[in-house]
């Protein structure tokens, strides 16, 4: 496992796709500094010991990002509030973290969105009546957390 802390400073590949290291024991905080890797298609930091606020940026600059997954982490701050920060998502995975707030209705924006897990947060309100309209979502995991009130399914 690799271990210790991770600068995203001087991290510069320009052509990177892939960045993945899941299941280790890294920390940092400088997370938004990735949003400069535009080419981004897959962002995997699950499971480790990352300590940083969720920016809206990070979501905005890497458009051609498919896989977004911070789950396992100290991850803190709220989920966007204008979807499609990037229609191209179809895994969004955020669980176990200390993201806060409400899930707005504009992630029904998020068309090709199959996953979605923010399960184990400190989400509030009432979940959307509009995810009903995520026809590619094919697994939606919510608990453990504030939320209130139905879940449409669209028949």
Do not use: C, W
Not at 110 to 117: G, P
Not at 120 to 126: A, I, V, Y
């Amino acid at each position: 496992k690799l271990q210790g802390s991770l600068s995203f400073e001087n991290f510069i590949y320009n052509d990177l796709e892939n960045f993945d290291v899941h299941e280790n024991l890294l920390d940092g905080k400088e997370f938004f500094l990735l949003s400069k890797h535009t080419k981004l298609k897959k962002l995997d930091l699950s499971s480790n010991f990352f300590v940083a606020t969720l920016h809206e940026e990070i979501l905005e600059t890497l458009t051609k990002l498919e896989i977004f997954n911070i789950s396992q982490n100290e991850f803190s701050g709220v989920l966007p509030s204008k979807f499609p920060l990037n229609p191209k998502i179809t895994h969004f995975d955020v669980h176990a973290n200390r993201i806060k707030g409400t899930i707005h209705d504009s992630i029904s924006k998020l068309s090709k969105l199959e996953y979605l897990n923010l399960q184990g947060n400190q989400f509030t309100g009432s979940i959307p009546d509009e995810m009903n309209q995520l026809e590619q979502l094919n697994t939606l995991v919510l608990s453990h957390n504030q939320l209130k009130g139905p879940i449409l399914l669209d028949s």
